[in-house]
């Protein structure tokens, strides 16, 4: 089906939710609320003549300064069986930050949330394991909101867990002395 | 003595990040009970240096360079993703030429890692004579690409808009008689192993994935391939020049490590096929773009045509009209090595993405290592990371 042609599907179907659509080189994305976007999805994987099986990727994006709600939370779909793509993106504030798992839907999703939570901060309400994936457990921040510097400000500084490892290393070799 | 007797004891055991089978930095945490294990916990990250966040600094050309860093082994089919994403997104039209040599370089690059795969993998499962021949052949291909590009793996030799520079025919001699030869190599390291009763032993029936699980995993390339889905960005969304050649997608039957080796053995004849009909239909002309990117951009080289935005309904705020025009969006995505790899570029107007995120295969297929590996044993965990082929640095990014 053409990617147009879902896009005015679905915005018939749920008209309350979805906000607007774009195409933009024959691809189509379509942007919705975030409270019953799991509902969409479902309906997007299990409808015939849909059939998105296959979750491409999973990601956030972060507007800061230009627009409210801060985050977009993006899902790309291929349907294997139809041979087609579509873009949705839900839209995410910052002061409630979070939005349904989709785990259920797509195993993909697990880690991708993970990671989605691991860079912006947004939790993924059921989501079975919710925890930093690229960076250390203990990392302040979220790297890729706007907000995040691309330089380190701690300067000449060290991390403060480096620093630790450091220490304790230390300790153990002088003690092994 | 009786049973009761006996102690039963749950082991941890980590498994890297420094072993040398786990192919890079790859840390299992892996609860046993005897030889079986329980629970597999996989940590990544340890090779994160944060592309996404740093090409939000650099300007389009300036990224290009990163791209090869994503997935070190087969970097010329980073850079084709990334610059079949950028032209994507401004509209512009590569010429013929290029396009051929992109998808030759592609296909190289293919070939590349796939030995580079199918070394490592054998010499983890035992089979230690294929490494060596492997490799040989990989050596021969890398002074290929030093030729071109001047480097051997972090190549960077696609531009947005075409090639750095044209090959000649010195080069494509050197190619055609490596191609000529190759299928008969392949068929060298198949004698290997092929029948070999300690390959067959460790690799049929040893992490099956069955083909609703593979599209519900997530799983791409190869390894969704190996479970009989028949699933290829060549094929699906064409990109370059694979409209115009012609090519066999191979696929699998049980989804076993063995089903996905031999979709990956097979994968190597089609990439010689697909070299050879590049070289033979290589066409005269430019190789660059009238409108391609240059390093020394001006503030604002976009031109993105805004009729190509078409919003309808729902729009009547101007805010978010501006908001609409500001900030256009593309996914575009080829087929790497290890499955499929895209670029989601997110562009605001100025020289610099506003965000770019990569999705790489081996992150997702990392993922799925511990429903591969409960239950199965230790040394079936060597097996099964060998098969689904990840490279971490592309994995951590």
């Not at chain 2, 916990?41 to 290009?64: A, N, W």
């Not at chain 2, 009909?277 to 604002?300: F, T, V, W, Y």
Request: with cysteine; net charge neutral.
């Amino acid at each position: 089906m053409n990617p147009a042609e879902i896009v005015k599907k679905i915005s018939e179907k749920f008209s309350e939710e979805v906000l607007w659509f774009v195409c933009f080189r024959d691809e189509c994305s379509i942007v919705l609320k975030k409270e019953k976007v799991k509902e969409i999805l479902r309906y997007l994987k299990n409808t015939p003549g849909l059939e998105f099986d296959y979750l491409v990727d999973l990601t956030a994006v972060d507007y800061l300064g230009f627009r409210e709600p801060r985050f977009d939370v993006v899902y790309h779909l291929t349907s294997i069986k139809h041979r087609h793509r579509i873009r949705v993106k839900a839209q995410v504030p910052e002061k409630d930050c979070c939005i349904d798992s989709v785990t259920d839907l797509w195993a993909t999703a697990n880690w991708f949330e993970r990671e989605c939570f691991d860079m912006f901060g947004i939790h993924f309400n059921g989501h079975p394991d919710l925890r930093r994936i690229l960076m250390p457990e203990d990392w302040k921040g979220f790297p890729l909101r706007k907000d995040y510097p691309v330089r380190s400000d701690l300067g000449d500084g060290e991390w403060e867990t480096y620093k630790e490892l450091k220490e304790t290393a230390k300790a153990w070799k002088e003690n092994a002395e | 003595m009786q049973n009761n007797d006996i102690k039963v004891k749950e082991l941890t055991v980590n498994m890297g990040p420094q072993h040398p089978a786990t192919h890079g930095v790859l840390r299992l945490v892996l609860e046993l009970e005897g030889e079986v294990i329980k629970k597999c916990i996989p940590h990544i990250g340890y090779l994160h240096r944060g592309i996404e966040k740093l090409s939000e600094d650099l300007t389009y050309v300036q990224s290009l360079p990163l791209t090869d860093r994503i997935d070190y082994l087969s970097s010329m089919v980073n850079n084709v993703g990334f610059c079949v994403a950028v032209e994507k997104l401004m509209g512009i039209e590569v010429p013929e030429r290029a396009k051929f040599i992109r998808t030759m370089m592609a296909e190289m690059a293919r070939i590349c890692s796939h030995l580079v795969w199918i070394a490592t993998h054998a010499l983890d499962i035992g089979a230690m004579t294929v490494f060596l021949y492997a490799m040989r052949d990989r050596e021969e291909l890398l002074e290929m690409f030093e030729m071109v590009s001047g480097a051997r793996l972090t190549v960077s030799y696609p531009r947005v808009g075409g090639v750095r520079c044209d090959i000649n025919n010195r080069f494509l001699d050197k190619l055609y008689n490596f191609i000529e030869k190759f299928p008969k190599k392949v068929e060298e390291y198949e004698t290997l192993i092929n029948r070999n009763r300690i390959w067959l032993k460790r690799t049929k029936g040893v992490g099956v994935i069955t083909a609703q699980e593979a599209i519900n995993w997530g799983l791409t390339g190869p390894t969704l391939r190996g479970s009989g889905v028949y699933y290829d960005v060549r094929k699906f969304f064409p990109y370059d020049a694979y409209e115009k050649v012609d090519f066999d997608v191979p696929v699998g039957k049980n989804g076993d490590v063995y089903d996905r080796y031999r979709c990956r053995m097979l994968e190597f004849r089609q990439s010689a096929r697909i070299i050879k009909q590049c070289i033979e239909k290589l066409p005269e002309g430019p190789i660059l773009a009238d409108n391609a990117l240059r390093i020394r951009m001006p503030e604002s080289p976009l031109k993105i045509d805004k009729k190509d935005i078409i919003f309808e309904i729902y729009i009547e705020d101007k805010q978010i009209q501006e908001f609409i025009q500001k900030f256009t969006e593309v996914y575009a995505s080829v087929e790497a090595p290890r499955g499929e790899l895209g670029f989601y570029i997110v562009c605001d107007d100025s020289s610099k993405p506003y965000r770019m995120r990569v999705r790489a295969p081996s992150f997702v297929h990392a993922g799925v290592l511990p429903k591969l590996c409960e239950g199965s044993l230790v040394a079936d965990v060597i097996a099964n990371i060998g098969s689904i082929d990840i490279v971490l640095g592309e994995c951590d990014r």
